[in-house]
């Protein structure tokens, strides 16, 4: 799996589909793991609650957006830190069976599971005695 993100669309790139709003986005950190079942996706999203978690697949492309909110107990009077929105896309591979991708949020961290095609798990075979 690579880092795929779709360009922005431009006057030089008038077919370039309009993917994403105007707002500044952060590329949130990211860890992949590998197992035997698949890969697993660990992205950090703080502020970022399960209402306003956006994970989709189209194209062969994972696109995880997020919207950061803070409940702030009155009006700052210095404001030296404020929360942004989140946007990163994947390029998947074939072995991934894309209708079984799952995702889950807790506390802040999204887990998505990314589980192979059966046909590309690896797999024991019987030696038979003939």
Known sequence: MREATVPEKTQQQPDVPDTREEARTLAPPV???ENKDGLVV???LPGVGKEDA???VENGILTLKATAKSELPGEPLRHEYELRNFFRQFQLSEEVDQDKIKAEMKHGVLIINLPKREETKPRQIAVQVS
């Open 31 to 33: 860890d992949i793991f």
């Open 42 to 44: 660990v992205a950090d």
């Open 54 to 56: 956006d994970v989709r």
